[in-house]
């Protein structure tokens, strides 16, 4: 069964510094993997999503590597602002399914 | 930039009630999913519905949980009678396959908030 975790659980920064935040999964038979992006009350945005056969993608900021035969991402995020302040989800899918497997979360408190 | 959507935003029922979750996915997306999430914890797979019928579901989902597309752009989900531990925030997702390679970005509204009390 897969599991998905993320860390750290919480992370605070001041605006302007380069973070990196940590996805892992215990099984690397993926399709593919997507980090989202939740504000408070609020629904999912897909910001990256990563082919099982990439290495990494890149949409402004945001860059998102995998490792799948570690079982790892990472999703790289440059000159953070506090509009970047959010929980960031990391999720997998397998191959052979439709379902997204999520992690639990990283929140992220960037201060002005 | 086309978008799902979800009604209402927020229900409260009382136990034992029927509520039925809508959901209208992108136009032009072949998928369909729900997903919940009860507070605090992690967001949790439903099920997925492909060609008028379910393609995949978890343990949760079980016979009080229905989904339907009553037509061509609705999606809804039916709890035929809610408990208690029903509450939590229900998202509706959808995708479409794109290319050979099957490449699915599955985007997901903002949620329904269900109360059961």
């Known amino acids: 069964k897969q599991e998905v975790t993320q860390i750290p659980a919480a992370l605070s920064v001041p605006e302007g510094e380069n973070l990196v935040l940590n996805c892992s999964f215990t099984?690397?038979?993926?399709?593919?993997l997507q980090w989202f992006r939740q504000d408070p009350g609020k629904g999912l945005t897909s910001l990256l999503l990563?082919?099982?056969?990439?290495r990494e993608q890149t949409s402004g900021r945001l860059n998102a590597s995998l490792d799948k035969s570690s079982g790892r991402s990472t999703l790289y995020i440059a000159a953070s602002q506090p509009g970047d302040s959010a929980t960031y989800l990391c999720?997998?899918?397998?191959?052979?399914?439709?379902?997204?497997?999520f992690g639990t979360g990283t929140r992220l408190l960037v201060s002005p | 930039e086309p978008e799902v959507t979800q009604t209402p935003s927020h229900q409260v029922t009382q136990m034992g009630q029927e509520v039925i979750l809508r959901c209208v996915p992108i136009?032009?997306?072949?998928?369909f999913y729900w997903y919940r999430q009860i507070l605090g914890q992690k967001v949790e797979f439903l099920v997925s519905?492909?060609?008028?019928?379910?393609?995949?579901k978890s343990e949760i989902f079980d016979d009080q949980f229905s989904v339907e597309r009553p037509d061509g752009s609705n999606f809804t989900l039916k709890i035929r009678s809610t408990k208690l531990e029903d509450s939590a925030m229900y998202f509706c997702?959808?995708?479409?396959?794109?290319?050979?390679?099957?490449?699915?970005?599955?985007?997901f509204g903002p949620g329904t908030r269900l109360l059961v009390l």
């Open positions: 997702a959808s995708s479409v396959r794109v290319g050979l390679a099957g490449v699915e970005t599955q985007y």
């Open positions: 099984d690397s038979a993926i399709y593919n």
């Open positions: 990563i082919q099982s056969s990439q």
């Open positions: 999720a997998v899918r397998d191959t052979g399914f439709q379902k997204l497997v």
């Open positions: 136009s032009n997306h072949l998928y």
């Open positions: 519905f492909y060609n008028n019928e379910i393609s995949e």
